[in-house]
């Protein structure tokens, strides 16, 4: 946000982003939750950001800026996700994870 608005020529001291989300399926925990078919269906629904900025910005330039998430990675990730591709690797006692993935 930072770059878009410096690059827009829009001055803003700070932002924070909060992020917060609701879950499709939420069912109750209980004995047998891990073996649920149900469980296996909790997934988020909706993610919901703000951004709280410190500056002067009229109320064009806010509109400006929200234009402007859509050329953010992070954004363009959330609404066209990567494949996921998940393993377990299984360490000796005092073997430490590798920095990178490979």
């Not at 629904?45 to 064009?60: A, F, L, M, N, P």
Request: aromatic share 4%.
């Amino acid at each position: 946000m930072l770059g878009a608005a410096k690059a827009k020529g829009i001055r803003i001291d700070d932002v924070e982003v909060h992020a917060e989300f609701k879950r499709n399926l939420s069912p109750k925990f209980h004995a047998d939750f891990h073996s649920d078919p149900e469980r296996r269906k909790l997934s988020i629904g909706v993610i919901r950001t703000s951004y709280y900025i410190h500056g002067d910005v009229t109320e064009e330039q806010k509109a400006e800026l929200l234009d402007e998430l859509e050329n953010c990675p992070i954004h363009n990730t959330l609404m066209t996700p990567p494949k996921l591709e998940e393993r377990i690797v299984v360490l000796e006692k005092d073997e430490a994870a590798p920095k990178e993935i490979s």
